[in-house]
């Protein structure tokens, strides 16, 4: 168990920095080029623990599945995630990880719509709860947020949470770090091939037209320096390899309910780290936010840590039953 908390505190560390590492690269890469590297990287290092997952259950992946994961990858890599990096790129990194720590509001409206889930009162509560949070942090009054960085953050923190509801089913037969490395892989092939068509004359040419200019002639190579690699590298090896390993290794050791502590801890921690390293400040509002965010994810993931201590009290007693 405790090796389970320090999964926890490896992968809260990991993820509060995410968004401080992808603003340090923010404009020095493509978003497209970036997250094709990122997620690369990433799946390749979730590969070993994928494989012994699939043997751990005894089950392979059929050809259906694999088509669902591909369209996974899309909807929760190449369109969330790109606008992930454009909401980093147009708002202070400590915004965008607050408000995409709340993408459980989104995941309780989408499971309710079609996975027909129960919605339960604290559910509910929590809801209420987490979007005052986002109002008070976005403070519409407050004209110095950038529009677009919110909507951007909003869109792909949406999109991510429609990518989880649609991979529930799948999770719950292969588990979720087959789902997450499956994804992350065929996402990575995805944005290979959008990278080759757009560097198409024709079609290089109609995106520069259209405004879309920045998703023309997508380069794979240019913008590194010294600096930029090292970030880069923490970025694939560190925030999207070990943060996502160090999560479902949390998992396996204490429960993906406790393991969910870490998007509790993030809202928090993020603004501070980013305060730290790249001198946002921290008004009034977003403590705020922050304090009506904490409140629906602790009304949320009360009732469930409370049945923890019987359950390890369980184990407990199965094991001498075993031994006696």
Request: hydrophobic fraction near 60%.
């Amino acid at each position: 168990m405790k090796r389970g908390y320090l999964f926890i505190a490896l992968a809260t560390l990991f993820f509060s920095t995410m968004e401080i590492a992808l603003k340090e690269v923010a404009g020095l890469f493509n978003p497209v080029q970036l997250n094709l590297t990122r997620f690369l990287i990433g799946g390749l290092v979730l590969i070993p623990f994928a494989r012994r997952m699939l043997r751990k259950r005894g089950v392979r992946i059929d050809g259906l599945s694999l088509v669902k994961l591909a369209g996974l990858g899309f909807l929760g890599i190449v369109v969330s995630m790109t606008l992930y990096q454009l909401a980093v790129e147009n708002t202070n990194a400590s915004v965008v990880a607050v408000l995409f720590s709340c993408n459980p509001v989104f995941v309780l409206v989408f499971a309710g719509l079609i996975l027909r889930t129960q919605i339960l009162r604290q559910h509910v509560m929590a809801l209420v709860l987490e979007c005052l949070g986002i109002l008070i942090l976005i403070n519409p009054l407050d004209t110095s947020i950038s529009t677009a960085g919110i909507t951007f953050t909003l869109l792909s923190t949406a999109v991510f949470a429609l990518y989880a509801v649609l991979g529930t089913k799948m999770c719950a037969k292969y588990s979720g770090v087959v789902v997450t490395c499956g994804s992350f892989l065929f996402a990575s092939l995805e944005m290979a091939a959008i990278v080759a068509v757009s560097r198409l004359s024709a079609v290089a040419g109609v995106l520069a037209d259209i405004g879309l200019g920045l998703f023309a002639d997508i380069p794979l190579l240019s913008g590194y320096t010294p600096f930029s690699a090292l970030m880069m590298l923490y970025i694939c090896v560190g925030v999207t390899g070990a943060g996502f390993a160090c999560y479902f290794m949390a998992m396996e050791a204490t429960s993906p309910i406790t393991a969910s502590l870490v998007f509790f801890f993030k809202p928090a921690l993020a603004p501070v780290l980013a305060l730290v390293f790249l001198q946002e400040a921290i008004p009034v509002s977003m403590v705020v936010g922050v304090l009506f965010i904490l409140a629906g994810s602790l009304v949320s993931l009360i009732p469930a840590l409370s049945m923890i201590p019987a359950m390890a009290l369980g184990k407990v007693w199965c094991w001498k039953q075993g031994r006696a």
